[in-house]
């Protein structure tokens, strides 16, 4: 079977999808390794408890498995249907758990030993962005984590969430609001007067 | 956009940028239970594809449209019951028609009274011919005093 390739000449994603629903079991080992870690990353960053991103991740990547005798190629690019799966199963979690937070994802207490001190205030500069994130209302936080933490462009931001580009710009920047608002009071706590 | 605020973003967009450069590598178990998904689904299918059709759950089978053949048998059926319902009402008429008629004729009894055109048949109609006369009481008190 001869494979498209894309524009950097590797195997194109709809011909993995298309390989293995004709039987191609190492298809599905490459779409694994290219698919699965980025259904995981955007789990993680809209759920924050890593055991559960790991769940809507495995159910995302389940139903392109099922999906792909079906998939037109062409139709739609496998990426941003992975990424509308993937934040949809993550905002019907949050809402059926009302948004509580795990005691599971919480921190341990910190190491106050000085050479720990950076690698704290890293982490809670993630941590502080995970929960100011976690805060936002489903929309903006799905759009924000997909334009400045996936780095998709507005138009495919547009696609995976349906709805038009400047849908797109306003809760965008209405999420950035909340996110400075909520994160003022904290920079010199997390250490960037510093930087 | 005063200095503050300017600052606030630039700090938003560095924390961004932290969170993107600290992204960990999806752990082994995990990309091994998404493979093994993957294999599953793909034995469920081959192994539909082995089963006879005949055998297979409903909601499995592909949906089809009607053959031409099938198309024409029904479109006929249903001009056929149109046609039906055309003689059924004439049918009725018919009978309506021959029953107002029927009323004027010996041996008609005055079940016909109810078709329209047997007003005779109506009026020697008694309602109460066959009540006794504690009945008869009950329904006209005074009468019966």
Request: aromatic content about 4%; hydrophobic content about 40%; cysteine-free.
């Given at each position: 079977m001869v494979m498209a390739l894309d524009t950097h000449g590797e195997v194109s994603d709809d011909a993995l999808l298309l390989a293995y629903a004709a039987g191609d079991r190492a298809a599905a080992r490459e779409l694994t390794l290219r698919c699965a870690p980025v259904a995981l990353r955007v789990a993680q960053r809209m759920l924050r408890d890593p055991a559960e991103a790991e769940d809507v991740a495995q159910e995302a990547m389940l139903r392109l498995w099922r999906i792909a005798p079906e998939w037109r190629p062409g139709e739609a690019k496998i990426s941003t249907w992975l990424y509308r799966v993937t934040s949809n199963l993550c905002t019907d979690r949050l809402r059926r758990a009302g948004r509580g937070m795990p005691l599971e994802a919480i921190d341990e207490p910190a190491d106050d030993r000085p050479a720990a001190v950076a690698g704290m205030i890293e982490a809670d500069r993630a941590e502080a962005l995970r929960q100011a994130l976690a805060d936002l209302p489903d929309r903006q936080r799905q759009a924000v984590v997909l334009r400045h933490?996936?780095?998709?462009a507005n138009p495919e931001i547009a696609a995976i969430m349906d709805v038009g580009v400047e849908a797109v710009e306003s809760l965008t920047a209405r999420g950035k609001r909340a996110l400075v608002r909520a994160l003022a009071g904290r920079r010199e706590e997390l250490g960037y007067e510093d930087d | 956009m005063p200095a503050n605020e300017r600052d606030d973003e630039a700090a938003l967009l560095a924390l961004f940028a932290d969170l993107r450069a600290a992204e960990p590598l999806p752990p082994a178990d995990f990309l091994a239970r998404v493979l093994a998904d993957a294999e599953t689904e793909a034995d469920l299918r081959d192994r539909l594809a082995a089963t006879p059709e005949v055998w297979?759950?409903?909601?499995a089978r592909p949906r089809r449209s009607a053959s031409l053949a099938r198309r024409l048998r029904e479109g006929l059926a249903g001009w056929g019951a149109a046609a039906g319902g055309l003689v059924s009402a004439a049918s009725v008429g018919l009978w309506l028609g021959a029953s107002g008629l029927a009323t004027?004729?010996?041996?008609?009894?005055?079940?016909?009274?109810?078709?329209?055109?047997?007003d005779s048949a109506a009026q020697e109609f008694?309602?109460?011919?066959?009540?006794d006369s504690m009945t008869y009481a009950l329904l006209e008190p005074e009468a019966a005093e």
């Open positions: 933490l996936e780095g998709l | 297979r759950p409903a909601t004027g004729l010996p041996g008609v009894g005055s079940g016909m009274a109810l078709v329209p055109g047997a008694d309602p109460f011919g066959g009540l």
